[in-house]
């Protein structure tokens, strides 16, 4: 039994609706879910008003998917844009109930 991997992606705004777009593209994908997040540090990469408030927005996508497919979705990233942050890591088991 091959594992799954559940797959976080922490993107800017401004790239949600491209990546939302490139993710419904994707066959070996049945879902996904994002929801508005904050990144906070890495001071360098934030503006000036978010250096005042100490947190920037982002969005954040989670899904599950096998690990062909994780690492073909990885591979097409850079088409979405930059500054997208992922961690994946393995997945005992997921369904519905």
């Known amino acids: ?6 797959l976080v992606l922490n993107i800017p705004p401004e790239l949600e ?7 419904l593209g994707i066959e070996a994908l049945s879902g996904f879910t994002s929801y508005p997040v904050r990144g906070h540090g890495e ?3 934030l503006s000036i008003a978010e250096q005042v408030t100490g947190r920037r927005k982002r969005v ?3 899904l599950i998917l096998s690990a062909p497919a994780l690492t073909t979705l990885l591979e097409g990233l850079s088409s ?3 500054d997208i942050y992922y961690w994946y890591q393995d997945v005992a ?3 519905h109930c």
């Open 1 to 6: 039994m091959s594992m799954s991997q559940l």
């Open 17 to 23: 609706d491209e990546l939302v777009d490139y993710l």
């Open 43 to 45: 001071q360098r990469r």
């Open 60 to 62: 954040q996508f989670e």
């Open 80 to 82: 979405v844009g930059t």
């Open 93 to 95: 088991g997921s369904g």
